[in-house]
């Protein structure tokens, strides 16, 4: 089929050469009526674009959609060819433009559909570097814990260019933005960053203008940043409840969360008011009851997790919006002293609007900001040093790049050792780290020679008691940044006390 008008591309310069052939694909594909197929022809573009972008010569360009052997029938009308203008990708499109066709697409195919057109614009733009996303490190789910059916996550972020070691880049995305900051709206389109594009709306129960854009490394998928249109602090109101519940409602099934507004406890910009969000399944909505309450049509959940979480169901958002409000409240304002600072009191929440059920899930972790008593323990650090930002505190663990040269680096260590030691009872204590893995020292101890005290029936090599071992870690994370430790039924009863008294 001829799809390529030969004529143009002879003319183009061969940097262009490559992404016109992959519009061409793109364009191509979205005739197709199957979506699997359609979806599997753009993946499959992507790929062989994302292999030969840097490519000069053209022999490698050479794009034959395996039609025949997967036996997809190819469109025989022309009946799709409005729907080809609307999903047609012009990287040079305007955010006008851009947000027309999204809320076509939305309107016509729902959020989901909208969103892949944004990331496809993103990563033909190069805004997102989809080949960058591959360096990451996702391990299996982890499920051999006490919390029955929660697949903890933990990744490992190469992705960011600033961890590749020996290299700066060229253009740093932190050190040059429009506007007062890196998320400000003047951002969009902008000279440092021109294929940044976002879909904008208004939100129905507060009135404020937002905008959803990817962020140029997402963690998982959907993952966006949700941004107020104007440049405001960051700071936990009924407004972020309600908003929150409205951005569910008119997307069933995302996750969208907000982290807290108080210094230490997770958010990374409280300059700018912001929300963050994922198409993911996060292991926190696996967790099952340790104790159930009732208020106001609502069925409130103490979760058996490792830091302390609320999780509010509701058929309707009013109900679903009062009790939240209420809780957080409660939270913040209550007397939990002396324990807890009152002023130091925050929340992370994640929402969703579950499609099935037709029932509103908001979930409340309780943070207090007083450091270093709820923060990481220091011998742990050396795994995670920064901030427990909501979507750990929901069980995907982000850890640093630096890990994945650390622990090969630790394995080799660890194997030397114990094959060049006599005794039989190894002495730990004695191993030759350099100065860069002094910090693992304690680690080791607690967790990696713990485990395999525990596994010597069963074979298990070096890396996977490391792999175990940092499973272990995140856990005991997020129990260090929880102010509410797992028995502690007191404080939870009266944390729904306070909150009933609040009439
Ligand atoms: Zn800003």
Redesign the pocket.
């Known amino acids: 089929m001829n799809i390529i008008n030969h004529l143009a591309l002879s003319q183009l310069p061969s940097s262009r050469k490559v992404l016109y052939l992959y519009r061409r694909v793109f364009r191509l594909a979205n005739q197709w009526e199957k979506e699997s197929e359609r979806d599997s022809i753009r993946d499959e573009a992507r790929d062989k674009f994302h292999k030969n972008m840097y490519k000069a010569e053209l022999d490698y360009l050479t794009y034959t959609i395996t039609i025949t052997t997967k036996g997809y029938s190819i469109p025989k009308n022309d009946s799709h060819s409005k729907q080809q203008d609307e999903t047609t990708i012009d990287i040079n499109m305007t955010q006008k433009e851009i947000q027309m066709i999204q809320e076509t697409i939305i309107n016509r195919d729902g959020w989901r559909a909208g969103m892949k057109y944004l990331y496809d614009y993103s990563t033909l733009s190069r805004y997102i570097q989809e080949e960058r996303l591959h360096l990451n490190i996702n391990y299996e789910p982890y499920l051999n814990h006490q919390y029955t059916n929660v697949p903890f996550q933990v990744t490992i972020n190469c992705s960011k260019p600033e961890i590749i070691s020996g290299q700066t880049p060229k253009e740093s995305h932190y050190n040059q933005f429009e ?6 709206y003047e951002n969009i389109a902008s000279k440092s960053r021109s294929g940044l594009r976002a879909y904008e709306f208004t939100c129905n129960q507060s009135g404020a203008q937002f905008f959803r854009q990817f962020p140029p490394y997402p963690y998982f998928n959907g993952h966006n940043v949700i941004i107020d249109r104007r ?1 405001v602090d960051q700071h936990l109101t009924i407004d972020t409840i309600k908003e929150l519940l409205d951005i569910c409602e008119t997307m069933p099934g995302y996750k969208v969360a907000s982290n807290s507004d108080r210094d230490g406890t997770g958010a990374t910009n409280l ?2 008011r912001h929300y963050q969000a994922g198409d993911y399944h996060f292991a926190v909505f696996y967790a099952q009851t340790k104790k159930e309450y009732h208020h106001n049509d609502c069925t409130i959940r103490w979760l058996n997790y490792p830091s302390a979480c609320l999780q509010i169901r509701g058929l309707q958002r009013e109900q679903v919006e009062n009790t939240s409000f209420k809780l957080f409240n409660a939270w913040r304002n209550g007397d939990f002293s002396p324990a807890l600072q009152q002023p130091l009191q925050t929340c992370s929440f994640i929402a969703t609007f579950d499609e099935t059920e037709k029932m509103f899930h908001f979930l409340i972790f309780a943070r207090n900001a007083q450091q270093p008593k709820f923060l990481t323990r220091p011998s742990l650090q050396c795994i995670k040093k920064e901030f427990v930002g909501i979507f750990e505190m929901c069980g995907r663990a982000i850890l640093p790049g630096r890990l994945k040269d650390q622990l090969s680096r630790l394995e080799s260590i660890l194997i030397d050792f114990e094959s060049n030691s006599n005794d039989d009872a190894l002495d730990y204590g004695k191993i030759v780290l350099d100065q860069e893995h002094e910090i693992f020292r304690q680690w080791i101890n607690d967790y990696y020679v713990q485990l395999k005290n525990l596994t010597t029936t069963t074979p298990t090599t070096t890396k996977q008691l490391l792999i175990e071992s940092m499973n272990h870690t995140f856990i005991d994370i997020l129990r260090d940044n929880s102010p509410i430790k797992e028995n502690d039924f007191e404080t939870i009863d009266k944390w729904i006390e306070i909150m009933k008294k609040d009439l």
Do not use: A, N
Not at 179 to 184: E, L, S, Y
């Open positions: 506007g007062k900051c890196v998320i400000c440049h300059l700018h």
